[in-house]
């Protein structure tokens, strides 16, 4: 399971800035996704092949206008409970304030590797700033600018050094069998699915903890199902926190998504698609995990018509575009229709995400389709694929194709590849990595 930094720190420190800049660090690794909108309160950071996952704090205080500390105080103990690292940015033009000291002290108590950034150091006269943040008593500042990029290697090297060792996955008993989370957004139904399945019947159910101190694997093996639904402590840990923040949800969308194979991202019937929606799909997409859309609370919708599903389904793929080919459960957790829908279809997602297409199947199908339609040439060259196949033992079906000039393979010709795969074989639900290489 990935690890997950947190940055915090009072309001316009500069923390989305920062943000930005330690997530584009990801781009210089060439990500083969297209279309992974890039929201501001989560990435992914790649730093000297160690990657991991990084939140912003920034953005969720609702009044910006009067900040109360209480939200910001909010903040900084969901991301102390939930992270594995937290930096904490300070203004070195600004120096000290009362916020900064009072955060400080919340930090302090915390026992979690804390990392001391002085943002803003644009320039060299405001370096002399920076060792009076030392009496906030959390060690060695360190001076960034998030805006020009200096002095954020020396943060990274930091960071990484700082990450706590993964511990050993204890759960290696659960490696065959799939694992499921349900993401949402708050009230979507999250809690009502998972009672559903579960029930009263709490005896066939067994909870194991998982990889991390905060994800917990509840084994369901009846009616001929046997797979985990990784519920994040989180879930039963209702007095801490004002169950409806938003960032809330997504941190702990965050660590339920990526202990998953396979994702039920469920929407609200009555409310339609929102953004926070959008924002955990493209978390699901990013960590590359198996996906089916669960749209609950239809009881509560009054047209129930096919013109009314079909309507719906197709503003569902719009907004996801452009990976479509996924299932989509039109269900009530309340009245529990359709409900052993949800599990099937998670199954043969979870299936999908196995299967393996021979080599030569895959060359005589896929060949005829290149023949059909080559890719386009280039300053007057040619490309030409010789060879396909199949990575053996990815966690996502990835193709390897061979040819002469693999840097001229533009996204609109791997789409093209990808939708024909799609066409000849089933791979509903996951999503499917393709690579050039040269031969």
Not at 50 to 55: A, L, R, T
Not at 154 to 162: I, P, Y
Not at 221 to 235: R, S
Request: with cysteine; proline share 5%; glycine share 6%.
């Amino acid at each position: 399971m990935g690890q997950l930094v947190a940055i915090v720190g009072r309001p316009n420190v500069g923390k989305s800035t920062l943000f930005n800049r330690l997530t584009q660090t990801r781009t210089a690794i060439t990500d083969p996704t297209a279309g992974t909108t890039r929201d501001r309160q989560y990435g992914k950071v790649d730093w000297n092949g160690k990657e991991f996952s990084i939140v912003d704090t920034g953005g969720w205080v609702v009044n910006s206008d009067d900040i109360f500390e209480s939200e910001i105080n909010k903040q900084v103990e969901l991301a102390i409970e939930q992270a594995d690292e937290i930096l904490f940015v300070v203004d070195a033009m600004n120096g000290v304030t009362d916020l900064d000291d009072h955060v400080a002290q919340i930090l302090r108590r915390s026992r979690k590797p804390v990392i001391l950034v002085a943002n803003k150091v644009d320039s060299n006269e405001w370096i002399y700033n920076v060792p009076e943040f030392y009496s906030l008593g959390l060690g060695e500042p360190y001076p960034v600018s998030a805006i020009n990029g200096y002095g954020t290697g020396d943060l990274l090297d930091e960071v990484v050094k700082k990450l706590p060792e993964k511990e050993d996955d204890d759960a290696a008993a659960l490696e065959d069998i799939p694992k499921f989370a349900i993401v949402g957004r708050p009230n979507a139904g999250k809690s009502s699915l998972i009672n559903a399945f579960i029930g009263a019947e709490r005896h066939i159910v067994t909870d194991i903890a998982g990889t991390t101190r905060d994800s917990i694997y509840t084994r369901y093996d009846k009616f001929g199902f046997d797979f985990y639904l990784v519920d994040t402590a989180g879930i039963r840990k209702k007095n801490k926190v004002n169950e409806d923040i938003e960032y809330y949800s997504v941190i702990r969308s965050i660590r339920a998504i990526e202990a998953s194979d396979v994702c039920i991202l469920m929407i609200d019937a009555t409310r339609g698609i929102e953004s926070q929606d959008v924002n955990i799909f493209s978390l699901i997409q990013r960590n590359k995990k198996g996906l089916v859309v669960v749209v609950n609370k239809w009881d509560l919708v009054e047209d129930k018509s096919t013109t009314a599903i079909k309507h719906y389904e197709a503003t569902i793929r719009e907004r996801f575009a452009p990976f479509t080919d996924f299932p989509i459960i039109f269900t009530s957790a309340l009245t529990k229709q359709r409900i052993f829908k949800v599990l099937e279809t998670s199954v043969e997602v979870y299936e999908n995400r196995k299967r393996t297409v021979p080599t030569s199947q895959l060359n005589t199908v896929m060949q005829e389709d290149i023949a059909a339609y080559p890719p386009p040439s280039n300053k007057g060259k040619f490309v030409k694929i010789k060879y396909i196949t199949m990575l053996k033992g990815s966690p996502v079906p990835t193709f390897i194709f061979f040819c002469n000039l693999p840097q001229w393979v533009k996204e609109p010709y791997r789409r093209y590849l990808e939708n024909k795969i799609r066409e000849h074989w089933t791979f509903t639900g996951t999503p499917i990595n393709i690579f050039m290489r040269e031969k």
